[in-house]
T-cell receptor, first 110, second 113 residues
Framework: RKEVEQDPGPFNVPEGATVAFNCTYS??????FFWYRQDCRKEPKLLMS???SGNEDGRFTAQLNRASQYISLLIRDSKLSDSATYLC???????????FGDGTTLTVKP | DAGVIQSPRHEVTEMGQEVTLRCKPI?????LFWYRQTMMRGLELLIY????????DSGMPEDRFSAKMPNASFSTLKIQPSEPRDSAVYFC???????????FGPGTRLTVT
């Protein structure tokens, strides 16, 4: 079983839609969680950190459920510019390194 | 402040040749990471350094790969000899010791024919 699992998609949604991605992880020692965004043929870029209490940044909401070992990303009012691959990332303090999921591809259509 | 800088951006080489990829981390960042990304395997951590010292190289695929960080502002990843299966995008990333958020360079797209 992979340490981080994401639904690869693709998710194809119309502009204005709300879309949610989940990411499950197997290592309960994972300490910190992030969502990165990667555009086609570009580098991954930090989208947001994920906190236990949940956090929001504009149209984006991230949540962490430690008991069930998953994190989620909710995008409201999707824009064409949201089209990208979203990577779930776990940081393990004990190992001192991050593990990246394979990503979920989102395409927002007019 | 400049981000992570990588060179070259594209490299095309023939099988058996030596390839050297270069990275300049963000100033003040004391962690540096080398990743490889392919469609089949996703983003894989190859090696990472802390204060110029290699900490974990368990992701380096084999002896043909080596990485160095002679100072805080420069690192290299070398493949010798290169093989077609090494074709991938190689990313360098860095971060500060007090946070876990990594910042990636634009990557080097390597093609080995």
């Amino acid at each position: 079983r992979k340490e981080v699992e994401q639904d690869p998609g693709p998710f194809n949604v119309p502009e204005g839609a709300t879309v949610a991605f989940n990411c499950t992880y197997s290592n309960s020692a994972s300490q910190s969680f992030f969502w990165y965004r990667q555009d086609c043929r570009k580098e991954p870029k930090l989208l947001m950190s994920v906190y236990s209490s949940g956090n929001e940044d504009g149209r984006f909401t991230a949540q962490l459920n430690r008991a069930s070992q998953y994190i989620s990303l909710l995008i409201r009012d999707s824009k064409l510019s949201d089209s990208a691959t979203y990577l779930c990332v776990l940081y393990n303090t004990n190992a001192g390194k991050s593990t990246f999921g394979d990503g979920t591809t989102l395409t927002v259509k007019p | 402040d400049a981000g992570v800088i990588q060179s070259p951006r594209h490299e095309v080489t023939e099988m058996g040749q030596e390839v050297t990829l270069r990275c300049k981390p963000i100033s003040g960042h004391d962690y540096l990471f080398w990743y490889r990304q392919t469609m089949m395997r996703g983003l894989e951590l190859l090696i990472y350094f802390n204060n110029n010292v290699p900490i974990d190289d368990s992701g380096m695929p084999e002896d043909r790969f080596s990485a160095k960080m002679p100072n805080a502002s420069f690192s290299t990843l070398k493949i010798q000899p290169s093989e077609p299966r090494d074709s991938a995008v190689y990313f360098c990333a860095s971060r500060e010791g007090t946070t876990y958020e990594q910042y990636f360079g634009p990557g080097t797209r390597l093609t080995v024919t």
